[in-house]
């Protein structure tokens, strides 16, 4: 079995004219947000064993305050170049490629490509507001394999919820 987090990274800040959109980094909000969301998952059980984040600050900033939120060491966040700008389906292949020990993931990205692969996953869900978590368990061995399955359980959380 395995159980995928996927979440929008936190709040990002547009006061910091010149800064490239790679740069930008999380609002007051978006730093309450995120630290917030890791303790509601906490509370529930959830620790990731693996956090693969985009490298864009935001993304990056929310992935480490969850992680401490979490309780989970620094050394589990795993930057990825790739989970910035990308497509669902690279997003797909890059969470294919995890270690079929790891059961457990937390994707910290952007959208549009966050809300649709958890469209993909699930058709209920639409949107992914700013530091949402759509939360899906799979019954399989392999990361690779969850292109070809649907998920047997789903849980959407929002910082508004």
């Known amino acids: 079995m395995k159980t995928l987090a996927l979440v929008r990274h936190a709040k990002s800040s547009w006061d910091h004219p ?23 998952l906490a509370e529930r059980g959830f620790r990731p064993e693996r956090i693969l984040s985009s490298t864009a600050l935001r993304a ?10 979490l309780g989970v060491d620094a050394d589990r966040i795993m930057l990825d170049e790739r989970l910035y700008a990308a497509s669902a389906d690279e997003v797909l292949r890059v969470i294919g490629e995890l270690d079929g020990e790891v059961t457990t993931v937390m ?3 952007h959208n ?3 809300a649709s692969l958890a469209h993909e996953f ?22 690779y394999e969850l292109e070809d399955v649907e998920p047997s359980s789903v849980r959407v959380e929002t910082p508004r919820d």
């Not at 699930?122 to 990361?143: G, K, L, N, R, Y």
């Open 18 to 40: 010149g800064v490239s959109d790679h740069d930008r980094p999380l609002n007051s909000r978006g730093q309450r947000d995120a630290p917030a969301m890791g303790r509601r």
């Open 60 to 69: 990056r900033m929310t992935a480490q305050l969850m992680a401490d939120a």
């Open 107 to 109: 994707v910290v990205g």
């Open 112 to 114: 549009p490509e966050t």
């Open 122 to 143: 699930s058709s209920d869900i639409h949107e992914m507001p700013t530091c949402a978590v759509a939360e899906f368990t799979f019954e399989v061995d392999a990361w």
